[in-house]
């Protein structure tokens, strides 16, 4: 696929995907960047000031280094010096990964909306022993 492949296991009898990291994080940055409503533009869901505040930070924990050989020039992503997290970011990098193994196209433009989920009723110790 588009910078990745799947690998099967020889020694183990397991499928596994490797992928070009930079290039996804490049990607995935690109998408951010792209002006909202436009086709593959990645956005978030709105909701009150600061609520995404935590998963920006993970988004911006790294920053690119361009690096240059005779075959290409890419970007290289390096964490910043306070070692921030960056799991979320690592998260949207995969979720983009996916997303192209499943052949999404982003000249169509999706909207998805997500909406936070209520949390479920509380259960007593008491009450799930019964169930």
Do not use: M
Request: charged share 30%; hydrophobic share 35%.
């Amino acid at each position: 696929g588009d910078n990745w492949r799947i690998e099967v296991g020889k020694d183990i009898k397991v499928n596994y995907l490797l992928y070009d990291t930079n290039y996804w994080k490049t990607f995935a940055h690109n998408r951010f960047s792209t002006y909202p409503g436009e086709n593959g533009s990645l956005t978030l869901f709105e909701e009150r000031e600061g609520y995404h505040n935590s998963f920006a930070s993970h988004c911006l924990a790294e920053y690119p280094v361009r690096v240059e050989s005779k075959e290409r020039s890419q970007d290289e992503w390096k964490i910043k010096a306070n070692r921030p997290d960056n799991h979320w970011f690592d998260c949207v990098v995969g979720c983009c990964v996916a997303a192209s193994i499943q052949r999404i196209n982003l000249d169509d433009p999706v909207e998805i909306h997500l909406k936070p989920r209520a949390s479920a009723p509380r259960v007593k110790v008491v009450e799930a022993e019964a169930l």
